[in-house]
Protein backbone atom coordinates (compact mmCIF):
# COMPACT_ATOMS: atom_id res chain seq x y z
CA UNK A 1 0.00 0.00 0.00
CA UNK A 2 1.54 3.30 -1.12
CA UNK A 3 0.64 6.39 1.20
CA UNK A 4 0.12 9.74 -0.32
CA UNK A 5 0.29 12.66 1.96
CA UNK A 6 -2.76 15.07 1.55
CA UNK A 7 -1.56 18.47 2.58
CA UNK A 8 -4.12 20.79 3.73
CA UNK A 9 -4.83 24.70 2.30
CA UNK A 10 -7.12 27.13 4.02
CA UNK A 11 -7.70 29.55 1.25
CA UNK A 12 -10.96 30.92 2.86
CA UNK A 13 -12.25 34.60 2.46
CA UNK A 14 -9.35 35.25 0.11
CA UNK A 15 -10.44 36.40 -3.29
CA UNK A 16 -9.23 35.38 -6.34
CA UNK A 17 -5.99 35.54 -8.25
CA UNK A 18 -5.12 35.27 -4.16
CA UNK A 19 -6.15 31.40 -3.63
CA UNK A 20 -4.45 30.73 -6.91
CA UNK A 21 -1.14 32.23 -5.94
CA UNK A 22 -1.54 30.40 -2.32
CA UNK A 23 -2.31 26.72 -4.21
CA UNK A 24 1.24 27.85 -6.86
CA UNK A 25 3.38 28.31 -3.81
CA UNK A 26 1.69 25.35 -1.78
CA UNK A 27 2.39 23.14 -4.59
CA UNK A 28 6.18 24.27 -5.14
CA UNK A 29 6.85 22.70 -2.05
CA UNK A 30 5.41 19.19 -2.67
CA UNK A 31 7.18 16.45 -4.49
CA UNK A 32 4.72 14.51 -7.53
CA UNK A 33 2.43 12.80 -6.50
CA UNK A 34 1.26 14.73 -3.48
CA UNK A 35 -1.70 15.29 -2.44
CA UNK A 36 -3.00 19.49 -1.83
CA UNK A 37 -6.45 19.92 -0.65
CA UNK A 38 -7.49 23.21 -0.79
CA UNK A 39 -10.99 25.35 0.81
CA UNK A 40 -11.55 28.52 -0.89
CA UNK A 41 -14.67 30.96 -0.97
CA UNK A 42 -14.32 32.87 -3.85
CA UNK A 43 -17.03 30.86 -6.64
CA UNK A 44 -14.31 32.35 -9.19
CA UNK A 45 -11.54 29.56 -7.55
CA UNK A 46 -13.57 26.90 -9.45
CA UNK A 47 -12.67 28.28 -12.83
CA UNK A 48 -9.34 29.66 -11.64
CA UNK A 49 -7.63 27.10 -9.78
CA UNK A 50 -7.89 24.34 -12.33
CA UNK A 51 -7.18 26.45 -15.05
CA UNK A 52 -3.61 27.20 -13.38
CA UNK A 53 -3.42 23.50 -12.56
CA UNK A 54 -4.13 22.53 -16.23
CA UNK A 55 -1.37 24.88 -17.49
CA UNK A 56 0.98 24.24 -15.15
CA UNK A 57 1.01 20.55 -14.89
CA UNK A 58 -0.95 19.43 -12.34
CA UNK A 59 -4.28 17.36 -11.27
CA UNK A 60 -7.34 18.12 -10.26
CA UNK A 61 -8.64 15.25 -8.77
CA UNK A 62 -12.25 16.62 -7.84
CA UNK A 63 -14.13 19.40 -6.36
CA UNK A 64 -16.81 19.62 -3.90
CA UNK A 65 -19.21 22.99 -2.99
CA UNK A 66 -21.05 22.64 0.30
CA UNK A 67 -23.14 25.87 1.71
CA UNK A 68 -20.51 28.61 1.08
CA UNK A 69 -17.36 26.35 0.68
CA UNK A 70 -15.49 24.96 -1.84
CA UNK A 71 -12.96 22.30 -1.64
CA UNK A 72 -10.47 21.23 -4.44
CA UNK A 73 -8.62 18.58 -3.96
CA UNK A 74 -5.10 18.69 -6.27
CA UNK A 75 -2.63 16.06 -7.70
CA UNK A 76 0.70 18.06 -7.35
CA UNK A 77 2.82 16.95 -11.38
CA UNK A 78 6.36 17.68 -11.70
CA UNK A 79 6.10 20.90 -13.04
CA UNK A 80 6.89 19.39 -16.79
CA UNK A 81 3.32 19.37 -18.71
CA UNK B 1 22.88 29.90 -28.88
CA UNK B 2 22.25 26.08 -29.69
CA UNK B 3 19.85 25.97 -26.87
CA UNK B 4 15.58 26.75 -27.60
CA UNK B 5 15.81 30.81 -26.05
CA UNK B 6 13.36 31.59 -23.30
CA UNK B 7 11.55 34.57 -22.41
CA UNK B 8 8.70 35.54 -20.40
CA UNK B 9 5.51 37.15 -21.07
CA UNK B 10 3.79 39.54 -18.75
CA UNK B 11 0.46 38.43 -19.78
CA UNK B 12 -1.90 41.06 -18.20
CA UNK B 13 -4.90 39.39 -20.07
CA UNK B 14 -5.61 41.92 -22.34
CA UNK B 15 -4.83 41.41 -26.57
CA UNK B 16 -1.68 42.91 -26.67
CA UNK B 17 0.28 40.68 -24.30
CA UNK B 18 -1.23 37.85 -25.92
CA UNK B 19 -0.25 38.52 -29.66
CA UNK B 20 3.21 39.65 -28.12
CA UNK B 21 3.32 35.83 -26.75
CA UNK B 22 2.36 34.39 -29.36
CA UNK B 23 4.63 36.50 -32.31
CA UNK B 24 7.75 34.93 -30.02
CA UNK B 25 6.22 31.27 -29.70
CA UNK B 26 5.99 31.60 -33.86
CA UNK B 27 9.87 31.92 -33.73
CA UNK B 28 10.28 29.00 -31.56
CA UNK B 29 11.38 31.14 -28.75
CA UNK B 30 10.16 28.67 -25.58
CA UNK B 31 7.83 31.36 -23.46
CA UNK B 32 6.44 31.22 -20.27
CA UNK B 33 3.79 33.98 -18.61
CA UNK B 34 4.20 35.84 -15.41
CA UNK B 35 1.40 38.14 -14.06
CA UNK B 36 1.77 40.62 -11.02
CA UNK B 37 -0.88 41.09 -8.14
CA UNK B 38 -0.92 44.31 -6.92
CA UNK B 39 -4.17 43.96 -5.04
CA UNK B 40 -5.45 46.80 -6.99
CA UNK B 41 -6.36 44.34 -10.20
CA UNK B 42 -9.76 44.29 -11.82
CA UNK B 43 -10.06 41.03 -12.59
CA UNK B 44 -11.83 39.06 -11.10
CA UNK B 45 -13.15 40.44 -7.75
CA UNK B 46 -15.91 42.32 -7.84
CA UNK B 47 -17.40 39.40 -9.37
CA UNK B 48 -16.52 36.96 -6.67
CA UNK B 49 -18.42 39.58 -4.39
CA UNK B 50 -21.59 40.64 -5.78
CA UNK B 51 -24.25 38.32 -5.73
CA UNK B 52 -25.83 39.40 -8.70
CA UNK B 53 -22.86 38.85 -11.02
CA UNK B 54 -22.36 35.38 -9.61
CA UNK B 55 -24.54 34.00 -12.17
CA UNK B 56 -22.04 35.38 -15.12
CA UNK B 57 -19.08 33.51 -16.14
CA UNK B 58 -15.81 34.35 -14.65
CA UNK B 59 -12.81 34.01 -15.64
CA UNK B 60 -9.30 35.08 -14.69
CA UNK B 61 -8.06 36.64 -17.98
CA UNK B 62 -4.70 36.07 -17.75
CA UNK B 63 -5.20 32.54 -16.70
CA UNK B 64 -7.21 32.25 -20.29
CA UNK B 65 -4.66 33.53 -22.30
CA UNK B 66 -2.30 31.08 -21.08
CA UNK B 67 -4.54 28.38 -21.87
CA UNK B 68 -4.94 29.53 -25.04
CA UNK B 69 -0.97 30.00 -25.81
CA UNK B 70 -0.38 26.81 -23.78
CA UNK B 71 2.46 27.98 -21.73
CA UNK B 72 2.79 27.74 -17.78
CA UNK B 73 2.04 31.15 -16.03
CA UNK B 74 2.98 32.57 -12.93
CA UNK B 75 1.21 34.99 -10.84
CA UNK B 76 3.32 36.93 -8.48
CA UNK B 77 2.10 38.31 -5.15
CA UNK B 78 4.15 41.69 -5.17
CA UNK B 79 1.43 43.56 -2.72
CA UNK B 80 3.76 44.38 -0.31
CA UNK B 81 6.38 45.90 -2.84
CA UNK B 82 4.04 47.58 -4.72
CA UNK B 83 3.40 50.22 -2.02
CA UNK B 84 6.04 52.17 -2.80
CA UNK B 85 5.43 52.31 -6.45
CA UNK B 86 2.00 53.60 -5.62
CA UNK B 87 3.09 55.75 -2.83
CA UNK B 88 6.15 57.16 -3.95
CA UNK B 89 5.87 57.43 -7.70
CA UNK B 90 9.03 59.11 -9.50
CA UNK B 91 6.65 59.65 -12.28
CA UNK B 92 3.54 61.05 -10.46
CA UNK B 93 0.35 59.57 -11.12
CA UNK B 94 -1.88 59.73 -14.47
CA UNK B 95 -5.45 61.03 -14.35
CA UNK B 96 -6.73 59.36 -11.26
CA UNK B 97 -4.16 57.76 -8.78
CA UNK B 98 -2.69 55.23 -11.13
CA UNK B 99 1.18 55.35 -11.35
CA UNK B 100 1.09 53.36 -14.38
CA UNK B 101 4.74 54.73 -15.78
CA UNK B 102 6.81 53.15 -12.30
CA UNK B 103 4.04 50.59 -12.00
CA UNK B 104 5.38 49.72 -16.02
CA UNK B 105 9.13 49.98 -14.96
CA UNK B 106 8.36 47.81 -11.34
CA UNK B 107 7.16 45.46 -13.29
CA UNK B 108 9.54 44.76 -15.69
CA UNK B 109 12.14 44.93 -13.36
CA UNK B 110 10.67 41.95 -11.33
CA UNK B 111 10.00 40.11 -14.48
CA UNK B 112 13.81 40.71 -15.00
CA UNK B 113 14.82 39.29 -11.55
CA UNK B 114 12.50 36.05 -12.37
CA UNK B 115 14.47 35.71 -15.59
CA UNK B 116 17.59 36.01 -13.84
CA UNK B 117 16.35 33.62 -11.40
CA UNK B 118 14.67 30.84 -13.36
CA UNK B 119 17.43 30.91 -16.40
CA UNK B 120 15.28 32.56 -18.69
CA UNK B 121 16.93 35.20 -21.51
CA UNK B 122 14.32 37.77 -22.14
CA UNK B 123 11.40 39.44 -21.41
CA UNK B 124 8.66 40.33 -23.70
CA UNK B 125 6.00 42.43 -23.09
CA UNK B 126 2.82 43.52 -25.39
CA UNK B 127 3.75 47.58 -25.40
CA UNK B 128 2.93 49.65 -28.88
CA UNK B 129 4.47 52.83 -28.64
CA UNK B 130 1.73 55.91 -28.44
CA UNK B 131 -1.11 53.03 -26.93
CA UNK B 132 -1.22 54.50 -23.45
CA UNK B 133 -0.72 58.12 -22.99
CA UNK B 134 1.37 57.85 -19.66
CA UNK B 135 3.23 55.24 -20.21
CA UNK B 136 3.22 54.08 -23.84
CA UNK B 137 4.96 56.44 -25.68
CA UNK B 138 8.10 56.77 -27.57
CA UNK B 139 10.08 58.80 -24.77
CA UNK B 140 8.67 56.29 -22.06
CA UNK B 141 10.24 52.92 -23.96
CA UNK B 142 13.99 53.44 -22.68
CA UNK B 143 12.64 54.97 -19.16
CA UNK B 144 11.22 51.59 -18.20
CA UNK B 145 14.22 49.84 -19.70
CA UNK B 146 16.55 52.12 -17.94
CA UNK B 147 14.52 52.16 -14.72
CA UNK B 148 13.62 48.64 -14.33
CA UNK B 149 17.47 47.41 -15.14
CA UNK B 150 16.16 44.92 -18.30
CA UNK B 151 17.75 47.30 -20.44
CA UNK B 152 17.66 45.20 -23.74
CA UNK B 153 16.49 42.40 -22.79
CA UNK B 154 13.06 43.94 -22.91
CA UNK B 155 11.77 43.19 -26.25
CA UNK B 156 8.50 44.45 -27.56
CA UNK B 157 7.46 42.03 -30.48
CA UNK B 158 4.56 44.44 -31.68
CA UNK B 159 6.36 48.04 -32.21
CA UNK B 160 10.33 46.40 -32.47
CA UNK B 161 10.76 47.49 -35.66
CA UNK B 162 10.13 51.22 -34.70
CA UNK B 163 12.84 51.02 -31.78
CA UNK B 164 16.48 50.29 -31.79
CA UNK B 165 17.15 46.40 -31.77
CA UNK B 166 17.23 44.78 -28.83
CA UNK B 167 19.24 41.50 -27.19
CA UNK B 168 17.12 38.71 -28.78
CA UNK B 169 16.88 40.47 -32.10
CA UNK B 170 20.99 41.17 -31.93
CA UNK B 171 21.80 38.00 -30.70
CA UNK B 172 19.78 36.47 -33.89
CA UNK B 173 17.30 34.47 -30.90
CA UNK B 174 14.60 36.36 -32.98
CA UNK B 175 13.87 37.51 -36.41
CA UNK B 176 13.45 41.23 -36.25
CA UNK B 177 11.77 41.01 -40.15
CA UNK B 178 9.20 39.11 -38.23
CA UNK B 179 8.32 41.67 -35.78
CA UNK B 180 6.31 44.39 -35.98
CA UNK B 181 5.80 48.40 -36.24
CA UNK B 182 2.46 49.16 -34.44
CA UNK B 183 2.02 52.32 -33.02
CA UNK B 184 -0.77 55.14 -32.21
CA UNK B 185 -3.65 54.22 -30.65
CA UNK B 186 -5.86 52.22 -33.49
CA UNK B 187 -6.73 48.79 -32.35
CA UNK B 188 -7.17 48.08 -35.48
CA UNK B 189 -3.64 46.10 -36.40
CA UNK B 190 -3.98 44.11 -33.25
CA UNK B 191 -7.48 42.97 -34.66
CA UNK B 192 -5.65 41.75 -37.85
CA UNK B 193 -3.37 39.94 -36.13
CA UNK B 194 -5.23 38.22 -33.93
CA UNK B 195 -7.68 37.32 -36.32
CA UNK B 196 -4.38 36.29 -38.44
CA UNK B 197 -3.64 33.83 -35.41
CA UNK B 198 -7.36 32.19 -35.11
CA UNK B 199 -7.93 34.31 -31.45
CA UNK B 200 -11.52 35.24 -31.79
CA UNK B 201 -12.53 35.25 -27.87
CA UNK B 202 -10.11 37.78 -26.71
CA UNK B 203 -10.50 40.48 -23.81
CA UNK B 204 -12.05 43.26 -24.68
CA UNK B 205 -9.44 46.33 -25.33
CA UNK B 206 -10.32 48.57 -22.70
CA UNK B 207 -7.90 49.66 -20.74
CA UNK B 208 -9.37 48.91 -17.46
CA UNK B 209 -7.50 46.42 -15.48
CA UNK B 210 -6.15 48.31 -12.56
CA UNK B 211 -8.78 50.05 -9.81
CA UNK B 212 -6.31 52.69 -9.88
CA UNK B 213 -7.43 54.33 -12.95
CA UNK B 214 -10.67 54.59 -11.85
CA UNK B 215 -12.11 58.02 -10.49
CA UNK B 216 -14.40 56.35 -8.02
CA UNK B 217 -11.73 54.22 -6.63
CA UNK B 218 -8.78 56.51 -6.62
CA UNK B 219 -11.43 59.08 -4.47
CA UNK B 220 -11.88 56.93 -2.21
CA UNK B 221 -8.40 55.96 -1.21
CA UNK B 222 -7.56 59.54 -1.29
CA UNK B 223 -9.95 59.94 1.22
CA UNK B 224 -8.68 56.92 3.30
CA UNK B 225 -5.55 58.49 3.33
CA UNK B 226 -6.90 61.67 4.12
CA UNK B 227 -8.52 60.44 7.67
CA UNK B 228 -5.96 58.52 8.69
CA UNK B 229 -2.16 59.47 9.95
CA UNK B 230 -0.40 57.70 7.07
CA UNK B 231 -0.52 56.98 3.88
CA UNK B 232 0.01 53.09 4.66
CA UNK B 233 -2.19 50.33 3.62
CA UNK B 234 -3.01 46.62 4.28
CA UNK B 235 -4.86 44.61 1.62
CA UNK B 236 -7.97 44.55 3.62
CA UNK B 237 -8.05 48.11 3.48
CA UNK B 238 -7.80 48.22 -0.22
CA UNK B 239 -9.98 45.39 -0.91
CA UNK B 240 -12.85 47.10 1.25
CA UNK B 241 -12.37 50.39 -1.29
CA UNK B 242 -14.06 48.19 -3.94
CA UNK B 243 -17.22 46.86 -2.14
CA UNK B 244 -20.36 48.76 -0.90
CA UNK B 245 -21.68 52.66 -0.42
CA UNK B 246 -18.86 54.60 1.58
CA UNK B 247 -20.42 57.31 3.20
CA UNK B 248 -18.25 59.84 5.63
CA UNK B 249 -20.31 62.01 7.83
CA UNK B 250 -17.67 62.93 9.85
CA UNK B 251 -13.78 63.33 9.80
CA UNK B 252 -13.53 60.61 11.99
CA UNK B 253 -15.38 58.04 10.93
CA UNK B 254 -16.99 56.65 7.68
CA UNK B 255 -19.87 53.86 7.06
CA UNK B 256 -19.55 51.09 4.69
CA UNK B 257 -22.79 49.67 3.75
CA UNK B 258 -23.53 46.62 2.02
CA UNK B 259 -25.56 46.89 -1.48
CA UNK B 260 -26.63 43.47 -2.04
CA UNK B 261 -26.00 40.32 -0.45
CA UNK B 262 -22.81 39.36 -2.19
CA UNK B 263 -21.61 42.45 -0.18
CA UNK B 264 -23.03 42.21 2.72
CA UNK B 265 -21.85 38.39 2.88
CA UNK B 266 -18.47 39.96 2.07
CA UNK B 267 -18.54 42.55 4.77
CA UNK B 268 -19.59 39.64 7.32
CA UNK B 269 -15.91 38.21 7.02
CA UNK B 270 -14.93 41.94 8.99
CA UNK B 271 -17.06 42.22 11.30
CA UNK B 272 -14.35 40.99 14.43
CA UNK B 273 -12.30 43.90 13.33
CA UNK B 274 -14.97 46.78 12.71
CA UNK B 275 -18.00 48.20 14.82
CA UNK B 276 -20.52 46.78 12.84
CA UNK B 277 -24.21 47.75 12.87
CA UNK B 278 -27.32 45.09 11.67
CA UNK B 279 -30.71 45.91 11.48
CA UNK B 280 -32.51 44.15 13.56
CA UNK B 281 -36.13 45.16 12.28
CA UNK B 282 -35.96 44.78 8.76
CA UNK B 283 -34.72 43.32 5.91
CA UNK B 284 -31.38 45.47 5.29
CA UNK B 285 -27.44 45.76 4.55
CA UNK B 286 -24.59 44.63 7.23
CA UNK B 287 -22.88 48.11 7.52
CA UNK B 288 -18.89 48.75 8.97
CA UNK B 289 -17.97 51.57 11.45
CA UNK B 290 -14.24 52.69 10.44
CA UNK B 291 -13.15 55.06 12.55
CA UNK B 292 -13.28 56.11 16.27
CA UNK B 293 -17.07 57.34 16.91
CA UNK B 294 -18.96 58.33 19.56
CA UNK B 295 -22.36 57.47 20.59
CA UNK B 296 -24.12 60.74 18.97
CA UNK B 297 -22.07 59.03 15.56
CA UNK B 298 -23.33 55.60 16.15
CA UNK B 299 -27.15 57.08 16.25
CA UNK B 300 -26.12 58.63 12.76
CA UNK B 301 -24.34 55.80 10.74
CA UNK B 302 -27.47 53.82 12.45
CA UNK B 303 -29.87 56.43 10.76
CA UNK B 304 -27.61 56.23 7.37
CA UNK B 305 -27.57 52.24 7.40
CA UNK B 306 -31.28 52.13 8.32
CA UNK B 307 -32.08 54.11 5.46
CA UNK B 308 -30.94 51.68 3.13
CA UNK B 309 -33.22 48.94 4.36
CA UNK B 310 -36.53 47.58 3.61
CA UNK B 311 -37.75 49.86 6.89
CA UNK B 312 -36.53 53.49 5.09
CA UNK B 313 -40.08 54.56 4.93
CA UNK B 314 -41.03 52.97 8.58
CA UNK B 315 -41.21 55.62 11.44
CA UNK B 316 -38.36 53.59 13.83
CA UNK B 317 -36.15 50.89 12.66
CA UNK B 318 -34.01 48.47 15.38
CA UNK B 319 -30.71 48.72 15.00
CA UNK B 320 -27.48 46.12 16.33
CA UNK B 321 -24.82 47.95 17.71
CA UNK B 322 -21.91 45.46 17.55
CA UNK B 323 -18.70 46.39 19.21
CA UNK B 324 -15.56 44.86 18.94
CA UNK B 325 -15.13 43.68 22.04
CA UNK B 326 -18.49 41.58 21.64
CA UNK B 327 -20.59 43.78 23.75
CA UNK B 328 -24.16 44.59 21.85
CA UNK B 329 -26.31 48.22 22.02
CA UNK B 330 -29.79 48.19 19.94
CA UNK B 331 -31.23 51.44 18.77
CA UNK B 332 -33.93 52.77 17.84
CA UNK B 333 -33.39 55.09 15.10
CA UNK B 334 -35.84 56.92 12.67
CA UNK B 335 -34.10 55.99 9.22
CA UNK B 336 -33.13 59.31 7.35
CA UNK B 337 -34.64 60.42 4.49
CA UNK B 338 -33.04 60.26 1.00
CA UNK B 339 -33.03 64.09 0.74
CA UNK B 340 -31.25 64.69 4.53
CA UNK B 341 -28.20 62.31 3.26
CA UNK B 342 -25.79 65.43 2.08
CA UNK B 343 -24.20 64.46 -1.07
CA UNK B 344 -20.82 65.10 -0.14
CA UNK B 345 -21.52 62.17 2.39
CA UNK B 346 -20.67 59.86 -0.80
CA UNK B 347 -17.48 58.99 -1.19
Known amino acids: MVFVSTHQLDARRLLCPMPVIRVQDALAALAPGEILEVTCTDPGALNDIPAWCRINGHRVLDTAQQDNEIVIRIEAGDGDD | ?347
Open chain 2, 1 to 347: MSKQPKAVALISGGLDSLLAARVLQEQGVHVEGINFFTGFCVEGHTHAIRKQDQAKPKRNNALWVAEQLGIKLHIIDVIEEYKDVLLNPKHGYGQNMNPCLDCKGFMVRKADEWIAANGFDFIVTGEVIGQRPMSQRKETMPVIQRESRAGDRLLRPLCAKNLPPTLPEREGWVDRERLYDFSGRSRKPQMALAAQFGFTDYAQPAGGCCFLTDKNYSDKLVDMWQHRSSRDYQLDDIMLLKVGRHLRPAPNYKVIIGREEGENNFLEGYRNQFIHLRIASHKGPLALIDGETSEADLETAARVAARFSQGRDAGAVEVEVNYTDGRQQTLQVAPMALDAIPQEWYL
